[in-house]
Protein backbone atom coordinates (compact mmCIF):
# COMPACT_ATOMS: atom_id res chain seq x y z
CA UNK A 1 0.00 0.00 0.00
CA UNK A 2 1.05 3.38 -1.04
CA UNK A 3 2.23 5.49 2.54
CA UNK A 4 1.56 8.81 3.58
CA UNK A 5 4.57 11.06 3.35
CA UNK A 6 5.87 13.15 5.53
CA UNK A 7 7.86 16.10 4.10
CA UNK A 8 9.54 18.72 5.75
CA UNK A 9 9.89 22.05 3.90
CA UNK A 10 12.70 24.15 4.10
CA UNK A 11 12.02 27.61 3.10
CA UNK A 12 15.27 29.56 2.14
CA UNK A 13 16.38 33.15 2.07
CA UNK A 14 20.10 34.39 1.68
CA UNK A 15 21.16 31.21 1.70
CA UNK A 16 19.62 29.93 4.97
CA UNK A 17 16.40 28.24 5.83
CA UNK A 18 13.97 30.61 7.97
CA UNK A 19 10.69 29.93 8.82
CA UNK A 20 8.34 32.33 9.35
CA UNK A 21 3.91 33.00 10.74
CA UNK A 22 1.78 33.70 8.17
CA UNK A 23 4.51 34.60 6.01
CA UNK A 24 6.24 36.76 8.17
CA UNK A 25 8.15 37.41 11.30
CA UNK A 26 11.04 35.17 9.65
CA UNK A 27 13.74 33.05 11.96
CA UNK A 28 16.59 31.18 11.41
CA UNK A 29 16.53 27.74 11.37
CA UNK A 30 20.04 26.42 9.97
CA UNK A 31 22.05 25.15 6.50
CA UNK A 32 19.43 24.28 3.86
CA UNK A 33 22.05 21.53 2.61
CA UNK A 34 22.80 19.78 6.37
CA UNK A 35 19.11 20.33 7.37
CA UNK A 36 18.29 18.76 4.28
CA UNK A 37 20.55 15.71 5.15
CA UNK A 38 19.85 15.55 8.54
CA UNK A 39 15.92 15.30 7.51
CA UNK A 40 16.86 12.40 4.85
CA UNK A 41 19.23 10.46 7.48
CA UNK A 42 15.96 10.96 9.92
CA UNK A 43 14.09 8.75 7.70
CA UNK A 44 11.77 11.83 6.05
CA UNK A 45 10.22 10.71 2.92
CA UNK A 46 10.58 14.00 0.49
CA UNK A 47 11.94 17.50 0.75
CA UNK A 48 10.37 20.83 -0.29
CA UNK A 49 13.05 23.54 -0.98
CA UNK A 50 11.27 27.10 -1.59
CA UNK A 51 13.38 29.74 -2.33
CA UNK A 52 11.21 33.10 -0.67
CA UNK A 53 13.03 35.36 -2.16
CA UNK A 54 13.04 34.48 -5.81
CA UNK A 55 14.87 37.18 -6.98
CA UNK A 56 17.46 36.55 -10.35
CA UNK A 57 20.45 36.68 -8.15
CA UNK A 58 18.77 34.07 -5.78
CA UNK A 59 17.86 31.92 -8.64
CA UNK A 60 21.68 31.60 -9.30
CA UNK A 61 22.05 30.04 -5.42
CA UNK A 62 19.34 27.94 -5.68
CA UNK A 63 20.52 26.22 -8.67
CA UNK A 64 23.52 25.67 -6.69
CA UNK A 65 21.78 24.63 -3.83
CA UNK A 66 19.92 22.30 -5.77
CA UNK A 67 23.49 21.03 -6.87
CA UNK A 68 24.75 20.56 -3.12
CA UNK A 69 21.70 19.02 -2.16
CA UNK A 70 21.29 16.33 -4.83
CA UNK A 71 25.01 15.21 -3.99
CA UNK A 72 24.13 14.71 -0.07
CA UNK A 73 20.73 13.84 -0.27
CA UNK A 74 19.12 10.78 -1.61
CA UNK A 75 15.65 11.05 -1.45
CA UNK A 76 13.44 13.16 -3.46
CA UNK A 77 13.21 17.05 -3.08
CA UNK A 78 10.81 19.57 -4.70
CA UNK A 79 12.08 22.83 -5.48
CA UNK A 80 9.92 25.88 -5.58
CA UNK A 81 9.74 29.88 -5.76
CA UNK A 82 9.84 32.28 -8.79
CA UNK A 83 9.76 29.55 -11.24
CA UNK A 84 8.29 31.18 -14.08
CA UNK A 85 9.66 29.50 -17.52
CA UNK A 86 9.96 25.37 -18.35
CA UNK A 87 13.58 26.37 -19.20
CA UNK A 88 14.26 27.07 -15.21
CA UNK A 89 12.71 23.94 -14.51
CA UNK A 90 14.50 22.11 -16.74
CA UNK A 91 17.89 23.44 -15.15
CA UNK A 92 16.35 22.58 -11.55
CA UNK A 93 15.58 19.27 -12.54
CA UNK A 94 18.97 18.60 -14.33
CA UNK A 95 20.34 19.92 -11.14
CA UNK A 96 19.43 17.39 -9.65
CA UNK A 97 16.06 18.54 -8.01
CA UNK A 98 13.18 15.82 -8.46
CA UNK A 99 10.27 17.88 -8.76
CA UNK A 100 9.32 21.42 -9.42
CA UNK A 101 6.98 23.55 -8.07
CA UNK A 102 5.07 26.39 -9.65
CA UNK A 103 2.78 29.63 -8.05
CA UNK A 104 2.39 32.69 -9.42
CA UNK A 105 3.33 31.94 -12.74
CA UNK A 106 0.77 29.06 -13.26
CA UNK A 107 -1.48 31.81 -12.59
CA UNK A 108 -0.43 34.51 -14.67
CA UNK A 109 0.14 31.66 -17.58
CA UNK A 110 -1.48 28.26 -17.26
CA UNK A 111 -0.24 26.88 -20.05
CA UNK A 112 2.73 26.52 -18.56
CA UNK A 113 1.46 23.55 -16.55
CA UNK A 114 0.85 21.67 -20.03
CA UNK A 115 3.83 22.51 -21.62
CA UNK A 116 6.06 21.29 -18.65
CA UNK A 117 4.03 17.91 -18.10
CA UNK A 118 4.60 17.62 -21.54
CA UNK A 119 8.23 18.05 -21.45
CA UNK A 120 9.06 16.30 -18.07
CA UNK A 121 5.37 14.44 -17.38
CA UNK A 122 2.97 15.30 -14.85
CA UNK A 123 4.96 13.79 -11.89
CA UNK A 124 7.44 16.62 -12.17
CA UNK A 125 4.63 19.06 -12.24
CA UNK A 126 3.85 20.49 -8.66
CA UNK A 127 1.27 23.21 -8.69
CA UNK A 128 1.80 25.35 -5.40
CA UNK A 129 -1.76 27.25 -4.36
CA UNK A 130 -1.23 29.70 -1.17
CA UNK A 131 -4.60 29.63 -0.01
CA UNK A 132 -6.80 32.26 2.04
CA UNK A 133 -10.06 31.85 2.93
CA UNK A 134 -12.57 34.32 1.56
CA UNK A 135 -14.30 37.22 3.79
CA UNK A 136 -16.88 37.87 0.96
CA UNK A 137 -18.17 34.16 0.61
CA UNK A 138 -18.03 31.56 3.33
CA UNK A 139 -16.68 28.31 2.78
CA UNK A 140 -14.39 29.26 -0.21
CA UNK A 141 -10.81 30.56 -0.13
CA UNK A 142 -9.10 32.55 -2.66
CA UNK A 143 -5.82 31.76 -4.33
CA UNK A 144 -3.28 34.19 -3.66
CA UNK A 145 -0.40 34.99 -5.85
CA UNK A 146 3.18 36.29 -5.15
CA UNK A 147 4.39 35.09 -2.18
CA UNK A 148 0.80 35.37 -0.76
CA UNK A 149 0.78 39.33 -1.53
CA UNK A 150 -1.51 39.39 -3.64
CA UNK A 151 -4.70 38.13 -3.58
CA UNK A 152 -6.59 37.09 -7.02
CA UNK A 153 -10.51 36.50 -7.68
CA UNK A 154 -9.47 32.91 -8.21
CA UNK A 155 -11.21 30.08 -6.74
CA UNK A 156 -8.78 27.56 -4.91
CA UNK A 157 -10.60 24.51 -5.69
CA UNK A 158 -12.10 25.61 -9.25
CA UNK A 159 -8.23 26.21 -9.69
CA UNK A 160 -6.37 23.04 -7.93
CA UNK A 161 -9.59 21.10 -10.62
CA UNK A 162 -8.43 23.42 -13.74
CA UNK A 163 -4.39 22.70 -12.81
CA UNK A 164 -5.15 19.09 -12.88
CA UNK A 165 -6.39 18.95 -16.50
CA UNK A 166 -3.74 20.99 -17.85
CA UNK A 167 -1.25 18.50 -16.69
CA UNK A 168 -0.19 19.77 -13.04
CA UNK A 169 0.62 16.20 -11.17
CA UNK A 170 0.38 17.05 -7.31
CA UNK A 171 -0.95 20.61 -5.55
CA UNK A 172 1.30 21.74 -2.36
CA UNK A 173 -1.46 23.39 -0.94
CA UNK A 174 -0.57 25.98 2.17
CA UNK A 175 -3.37 27.73 3.98
CA UNK A 176 -2.17 30.79 4.99
CA UNK A 177 -4.71 31.12 7.37
CA UNK A 178 -2.45 28.80 9.15
CA UNK A 179 0.68 28.48 8.09
CA UNK A 180 3.34 28.81 10.96
CA UNK A 181 0.69 29.28 13.63
CA UNK A 182 1.05 25.46 14.94
CA UNK A 183 -2.47 25.70 15.59
CA UNK A 184 -3.52 22.80 13.12
CA UNK A 185 -4.10 22.31 9.06
CA UNK A 186 -7.35 23.84 7.73
CA UNK A 187 -8.99 20.46 7.01
CA UNK A 188 -12.00 22.14 5.60
CA UNK A 189 -9.78 23.70 2.71
CA UNK A 190 -7.92 20.10 2.32
CA UNK A 191 -11.23 18.08 2.59
CA UNK A 192 -12.51 20.30 -0.25
CA UNK A 193 -9.37 20.03 -2.20
CA UNK A 194 -8.77 16.65 -2.01
CA UNK A 195 -12.54 16.09 -3.19
CA UNK A 196 -12.02 17.96 -6.58
CA UNK A 197 -8.66 16.44 -7.94
CA UNK A 198 -7.56 12.70 -8.22
CA UNK A 199 -3.92 14.40 -8.40
CA UNK A 200 -2.01 13.84 -4.87
CA UNK A 201 -2.43 16.77 -2.19
CA UNK A 202 0.22 17.70 0.21
CA UNK A 203 -1.43 19.47 2.82
CA UNK A 204 0.95 22.89 4.52
CA UNK A 205 0.61 25.07 7.00
CA UNK A 206 -0.52 24.90 10.47
CA UNK A 207 1.24 21.55 11.65
CA UNK A 208 1.78 22.00 15.93
CA UNK A 209 1.04 18.86 17.17
CA UNK A 210 0.95 14.84 15.78
CA UNK A 211 -2.42 14.84 16.24
CA UNK A 212 -2.55 17.79 13.50
CA UNK A 213 -0.77 15.63 11.05
CA UNK A 214 -3.36 13.00 11.77
CA UNK A 215 -6.56 15.09 11.24
CA UNK A 216 -4.84 16.29 7.62
CA UNK A 217 -4.56 12.78 6.69
CA UNK A 218 -7.77 11.38 7.93
CA UNK A 219 -9.94 14.51 7.93
CA UNK A 220 -8.24 16.15 5.21
CA UNK A 221 -7.51 13.05 3.07
CA UNK A 222 -4.45 14.30 2.60
CA UNK A 223 -1.55 12.20 0.64
CA UNK A 224 1.56 13.81 2.43
CA UNK A 225 1.62 16.32 5.16
CA UNK A 226 4.60 19.83 5.03
CA UNK A 227 5.67 20.99 8.17
CA UNK A 228 8.77 23.16 8.90
CA UNK A 229 8.46 24.81 12.22
CA UNK A 230 7.98 21.34 14.51
CA UNK A 231 10.29 19.62 13.16
CA UNK A 232 13.27 22.70 12.21
CA UNK A 233 12.84 23.45 15.96
CA UNK A 234 13.34 19.87 16.97
CA UNK A 235 10.05 19.59 18.85
CA UNK A 236 9.63 16.34 17.22
CA UNK A 237 11.93 13.50 15.05
CA UNK A 238 10.61 12.41 11.52
CA UNK A 239 10.95 9.03 13.48
CA UNK A 240 8.45 10.08 16.15
CA UNK A 241 5.75 11.28 13.87
CA UNK A 242 5.55 8.55 11.75
CA UNK A 243 5.87 6.05 15.44
CA UNK A 244 3.10 8.06 16.42
CA UNK A 245 1.04 7.47 12.78
CA UNK A 246 1.42 4.15 12.69
CA UNK A 247 0.45 3.30 15.86
CA UNK A 248 -2.79 5.33 14.95
CA UNK A 249 -3.09 2.54 11.62
CA UNK A 250 -1.74 5.31 8.88
CA UNK A 251 0.26 3.53 6.45
CA UNK A 252 3.97 5.19 6.71
CA UNK A 253 7.21 3.83 5.61
CA UNK A 254 8.93 2.97 8.94
CA UNK B 1 33.30 1.74 -15.38
CA UNK B 2 29.33 2.63 -15.34
CA UNK B 3 28.19 4.66 -17.97
CA UNK B 4 24.79 6.70 -16.94
CA UNK B 5 23.27 7.39 -20.48
CA UNK B 6 22.95 11.18 -20.87
CA UNK B 7 20.54 12.04 -23.08
CA UNK B 8 19.18 15.45 -22.25
CA UNK B 9 16.27 14.76 -19.69
CA UNK B 10 16.10 15.03 -16.08
CA UNK B 11 17.46 13.40 -12.72
CA UNK B 12 20.60 11.88 -14.99
CA UNK B 13 22.97 13.77 -12.51
CA UNK B 14 20.99 12.50 -9.23
CA UNK B 15 22.32 8.75 -10.49
CA UNK B 16 25.97 9.42 -10.50
CA UNK B 17 25.48 11.12 -7.55
CA UNK B 18 24.31 8.12 -5.82
CA UNK B 19 26.46 6.01 -7.58
CA UNK B 20 29.67 7.74 -6.55
CA UNK B 21 28.23 7.90 -2.81
CA UNK B 22 28.24 4.64 -2.68
CA UNK B 23 32.01 4.50 -4.05
CA UNK B 24 31.25 3.13 -7.58
CA UNK B 25 32.93 4.28 -11.07
CA UNK B 26 30.03 6.10 -12.68
CA UNK B 27 30.25 8.30 -15.79
CA UNK B 28 27.55 10.71 -17.72
CA UNK B 29 28.18 9.92 -21.27
CA UNK B 30 26.15 10.13 -24.70
CA UNK B 31 29.42 8.62 -26.55
CA UNK B 32 28.49 5.42 -29.02
CA UNK B 33 32.39 4.09 -28.31
CA UNK B 34 31.83 4.94 -24.06
CA UNK B 35 28.56 3.57 -24.31
CA UNK B 36 30.30 0.05 -26.06
CA UNK B 37 33.05 0.27 -23.64
CA UNK B 38 31.40 0.00 -20.58
CA UNK B 39 30.97 -2.00 -17.90
CA UNK B 40 27.09 -1.80 -17.90
CA UNK B 41 24.37 0.76 -18.56
CA UNK B 42 22.69 2.59 -16.75
CA UNK B 43 19.23 4.22 -18.75
CA UNK B 44 18.01 6.86 -16.64
CA UNK B 45 14.73 9.28 -16.80
CA UNK B 46 12.36 11.83 -15.35
CA UNK B 47 10.86 12.85 -18.84
CA UNK B 48 7.33 12.28 -20.64
CA UNK B 49 8.15 9.15 -22.82
CA UNK B 50 7.88 10.86 -26.70
CA UNK B 51 10.17 13.81 -25.47
CA UNK B 52 12.47 11.08 -24.14
CA UNK B 53 12.33 8.80 -27.12
CA UNK B 54 13.20 11.91 -29.35
CA UNK B 55 16.18 12.76 -26.80
CA UNK B 56 17.32 9.11 -26.87
CA UNK B 57 17.15 9.01 -31.20
CA UNK B 58 20.16 7.86 -32.83
CA UNK B 59 21.47 6.25 -29.18
CA UNK B 60 18.91 4.11 -29.23
CA UNK B 61 20.23 1.58 -31.70
CA UNK B 62 23.62 1.72 -29.79
CA UNK B 63 21.86 0.93 -26.77
CA UNK B 64 19.86 -1.85 -28.16
CA UNK B 65 23.13 -3.44 -29.85
CA UNK B 66 24.79 -3.66 -26.93
CA UNK B 67 22.24 -4.93 -24.31
CA UNK B 68 21.41 -7.55 -27.17
CA UNK B 69 25.01 -8.26 -26.42
CA UNK B 70 24.71 -9.23 -22.81
CA UNK B 71 25.69 -6.01 -21.55
CA UNK B 72 24.03 -4.99 -17.94
CA UNK B 73 21.03 -2.47 -18.66
CA UNK B 74 19.37 -0.80 -15.77
CA UNK B 75 16.31 1.27 -17.22
CA UNK B 76 15.03 3.36 -14.25
CA UNK B 77 11.14 5.34 -14.65
CA UNK B 78 11.08 6.38 -18.03
CA UNK B 79 14.35 4.71 -18.91
CA UNK B 80 12.74 1.58 -17.57
CA UNK B 81 9.27 2.19 -19.58
CA UNK B 82 11.42 2.64 -22.57
CA UNK B 83 12.64 -0.94 -22.49
CA UNK B 84 9.40 -1.95 -23.79
CA UNK B 85 7.72 -1.81 -26.92
CA UNK B 86 5.47 1.42 -27.03
CA UNK B 87 4.22 4.31 -24.61
CA UNK B 88 0.72 6.03 -25.44
CA UNK B 89 1.62 9.19 -23.17
CA UNK B 90 0.56 12.24 -25.71
CA UNK B 91 0.91 9.61 -28.87
CA UNK B 92 1.88 6.75 -29.40
CA UNK B 93 5.71 6.22 -29.30
CA UNK B 94 8.09 3.10 -29.67
CA UNK B 95 10.65 1.98 -27.05
CA UNK B 96 13.50 -0.20 -27.42
CA UNK B 97 11.69 -3.36 -27.18
CA UNK B 98 13.74 -5.44 -25.54
CA UNK B 99 11.17 -6.37 -23.29
CA UNK B 100 7.90 -7.53 -24.31
CA UNK B 101 4.79 -4.98 -22.66
CA UNK B 102 3.29 -1.36 -23.27
CA UNK B 103 3.16 1.35 -21.00
CA UNK B 104 -0.63 2.41 -20.44
CA UNK B 105 -2.12 5.09 -18.08
CA UNK B 106 -2.90 4.16 -14.37
CA UNK B 107 -6.08 3.21 -13.83
CA UNK B 108 -7.56 6.36 -12.71
CA UNK B 109 -9.58 4.58 -9.72
CA UNK B 110 -6.41 5.56 -7.88
CA UNK B 111 -4.58 8.63 -7.41
CA UNK B 112 -2.61 9.32 -10.48
CA UNK B 113 0.32 10.14 -10.47
CA UNK B 114 1.32 6.94 -8.32
CA UNK B 115 3.45 9.11 -5.91
CA UNK B 116 5.53 8.35 -3.06
CA UNK B 117 7.01 5.25 -0.93
CA UNK B 118 5.29 1.77 -1.99
CA UNK B 119 5.82 -1.66 -0.73
CA UNK B 120 7.85 -3.68 -3.47
CA UNK B 121 7.47 -7.36 -3.12
CA UNK B 122 10.45 -9.07 -4.49
CA UNK B 123 10.47 -12.29 -6.21
CA UNK B 124 13.52 -14.68 -4.83
CA UNK B 125 15.32 -15.06 -7.73
CA UNK B 126 15.83 -11.08 -9.26
CA UNK B 127 19.85 -10.32 -8.10
CA UNK B 128 18.58 -6.63 -8.27
CA UNK B 129 17.30 -7.57 -4.75
CA UNK B 130 20.07 -9.56 -2.85
CA UNK B 131 19.94 -8.47 0.50
CA UNK B 132 16.96 -6.98 0.42
CA UNK B 133 14.61 -9.44 -0.09
CA UNK B 134 11.15 -10.11 0.71
CA UNK B 135 10.08 -6.22 0.69
CA UNK B 136 11.15 -3.01 0.81
CA UNK B 137 9.70 0.59 0.53
CA UNK B 138 10.86 2.74 -2.54
CA UNK B 139 10.24 5.73 -4.22
CA UNK B 140 7.64 6.07 -7.01
CA UNK B 141 6.54 9.02 -9.21
CA UNK B 142 4.66 8.19 -12.36
CA UNK B 143 1.28 8.36 -13.92
CA UNK B 144 1.90 5.32 -16.57
CA UNK B 145 2.89 1.88 -16.10
CA UNK B 146 4.80 -1.18 -18.03
CA UNK B 147 2.18 -3.84 -18.85
CA UNK B 148 4.38 -6.30 -18.40
CA UNK B 149 3.56 -9.64 -20.92
CA UNK B 150 7.42 -10.79 -21.58
CA UNK B 151 7.11 -14.56 -20.31
CA UNK B 152 10.98 -14.62 -20.43
CA UNK B 153 10.66 -11.36 -17.54
CA UNK B 154 10.92 -11.90 -13.87
CA UNK B 155 8.62 -9.14 -12.15
CA UNK B 156 8.80 -7.67 -8.69
CA UNK B 157 5.41 -6.24 -7.72
CA UNK B 158 3.62 -3.27 -5.83
CA UNK B 159 0.41 -3.27 -4.58
CA UNK B 160 -1.64 -0.11 -6.18
CA UNK B 161 -5.18 -2.14 -6.08
CA UNK B 162 -3.77 -3.85 -8.50
CA UNK B 163 -0.40 -5.56 -8.48
CA UNK B 164 1.98 -2.82 -10.20
CA UNK B 165 4.85 -4.12 -11.57
CA UNK B 166 7.61 -2.58 -10.00
CA UNK B 167 10.97 -4.16 -11.34
CA UNK B 168 11.80 -6.21 -13.92
CA UNK B 169 14.41 -8.40 -15.51
CA UNK B 170 15.29 -10.10 -18.31
CA UNK B 171 18.83 -11.72 -18.54
CA UNK B 172 21.28 -9.26 -18.59
CA UNK B 173 18.50 -6.84 -19.02
CA UNK B 174 17.14 -4.61 -15.44
CA UNK B 175 14.31 -1.93 -15.02
CA UNK B 176 12.90 -0.17 -12.00
CA UNK B 177 9.84 1.82 -12.19
CA UNK B 178 10.80 3.20 -8.94
CA UNK B 179 13.59 5.75 -8.40
CA UNK B 180 16.55 3.51 -6.71
CA UNK B 181 18.79 7.07 -6.40
CA UNK B 182 16.02 8.46 -4.66
CA UNK B 183 14.80 5.59 -2.42
CA UNK B 184 17.45 6.41 0.44
CA UNK B 185 19.31 3.21 2.15
CA UNK B 186 17.19 0.55 0.03
CA UNK B 187 17.70 2.52 -3.34
CA UNK B 188 21.16 2.60 -2.97
CA UNK B 189 21.48 -1.12 -2.63
CA UNK B 190 20.23 -1.63 -5.27
CA UNK B 191 22.54 0.59 -7.67
CA UNK B 192 24.87 -1.04 -5.69
CA UNK B 193 23.94 -4.48 -6.29
CA UNK B 194 23.47 -3.43 -10.13
CA UNK B 195 27.39 -2.40 -9.73
CA UNK B 196 28.03 -5.96 -8.86
CA UNK B 197 26.06 -7.86 -11.31
CA UNK B 198 28.15 -5.27 -13.91
CA UNK B 199 31.89 -6.19 -12.00
CA UNK B 200 30.94 -10.21 -12.45
CA UNK B 201 30.47 -9.58 -16.06
CA UNK B 202 27.22 -11.27 -16.66
Not at chain 1, 181 to 205: F, H, Q
Not at chain 2, 71 to 89: A, H, N, R, T, W
Not at chain 2, 147 to 160: E, F, K, L, P
Request: one cysteine or more.
Amino acid sequence: MLTKRIIPCLDVKDGRVVKGIKFLNLRDAGDPVELGARYSDEGADELVFLDITATIRSRETIVELVEKVAKNVFIPFTVGGGIQTVEQMDTLLRSGAEKVSVNTAAVQNPDLLTEAAQRFGSQCTVLAIDARRSKQHAGKWQVCVKAGSEPTDIDVVEWAAKAEKLGAGEILLTSMDADGTKAGYDNELNKAVTDAVNIPVIASGGAGTLDHLYDAITIGNANAVLMASITHFQNYTINQIKQYLKDRGVPVNL
Amino acid sequence: MIIVIDYNVGNVKSVCNAFHHIGCEAKLSADPSDIEGAAGLVLPGVAAFGYAVDALSSLAETIKKVALNGKPLLGICVGYQLLFDESCEYGRHNGLGLVSGNVVPLPADQVVPHMGWNLVNMPDDMDLFTDLRPEKHFYFAHSFYADVTDIGAQIASTDYGFPLPAAVQKKNIYGTQFHPEKSAKTGLKVLRNFAQICERGD
